[in-house]
């Protein structure tokens, strides 16, 4: 009865959010399949993945448009390939790269990327970096990754993302969720980023490490980048009387930036 109230009240609720519900009632870090607009979804971690499904295929966060019906699109810190699902669909002749290297959603990116025929991607088992000399890189307990988790940390291959910027005359996209590592990282690309018209960043300030978010919007503003913040993850309602010692972050932002010269 409370259902159909809630839906007489509110309406039919969004797939996403139905979704997401199921995904509160999965256990966490157990690999699972669904189905989500036809596709077929293979993930490590349902709950995670459910909400990258809400921002970026819900809420369309990730959506940009472009005279190019092959535009270039770099997605770092890939995961199991929702970014590039929603891309594909938004451009099916993208030319997709895909950097991941936790060997726990790797296989999950692939046999997503096969099993909905996304054939313009291509994947490559790396963390971009700021040298191609391999990293350290530690799970963090959900379906993803840093250079800064020191639990199960393991050296992975590396590639230079400014060496992969050198490659291409013009990338469309850059699409950066490398969890911490991301300010070091731009900062080496430096006016490499020149070439990107747009860039998405998820900023993570961990509490035992100096914070960097002045640099990081400093440097996008040299650059000719304009920037929008949002917040996300958790939120201090008293900031000032600290933050619980479990917590890992005290910021976690999302960054969409637009490069205003090319």
């Not at 979704?19 to 399949?33: E, G, I, S």
């Not at 770099?74 to 929603?86: R, T």
């Not at 313009?120 to 990293?135: C, F, L, Q, S």
């Not at 300010?183 to 490490?209: A, M, P, T, W």
Request: aromatic share 8%; with cysteine.
């Amino acid at each position: 009865m409370k259902s159909v109230v809630r839906r007489l009240l509110h309406g039919k609720p969004t797939e996403e959010a139905i979704l997401l519900r199921d995904a509160n009632q999965f256990p966490r870090f157990t690999p699972h399949r669904f189905t989500y607009r036809g596709m077929n979804i293979e993930v490590s971690d349902f709950l995670s993945v459910a909400w990258q499904i809400a921002e970026i295929f819900g809420e369309e966060r990730l959506k940009f448009e472009s005279k190019n019906p092959s535009p270039v699109i770099l997605d770092c810190g890939a995961n199991v390939g929702i970014a590039a699902l929603y891309f594909s669909r938004l451009f099916p002749q993208a030319q997709l790269h895909c950097f991941e290297p936790e060997n726990r959603v790797l296989n999950c990116l692939k046999n997503n990327l096969s099993s909905n025929q996304v054939t313009t991607a291509k994947v490559h088992e790396k963390a971009v970096w700021i040298n191609n000399d391999g990293v350290n890189f530690g799970g963090e307990g959900a379906d993803g990754g840093s250079v800064y988790h020191e639990k199960n940390s393991q050296k992975v291959p590396s590639v230079r993302l400014k060496d992969v910027l050198g490659g291409f005359e013009r990338v469309d996209v850059l699409k950066m969720d490398i969890e911490g590592a991301e300010v070091e990282v731009l900062k080496d690309c430096g006016d490499s980023l020149k070439k990107i018209k747009y860039l998405y960043v998820e900023y993570h300030s961990f509490q035992n490490r100096p914070q960097q978010l002045d640099q990081l919007l400093g440097l996008l503003a040299e650059l000719g980048f304009r920037y929008q913040l949002k917040t996300i993850g958790h939120i201090a309602h008293h900031p000032f009387l600290g933050l619980p010692a479990d917590l890992e972050m005290d910021i976690q932002l999302d960054i969409h930036a637009i490069n205003e010269r090319i």
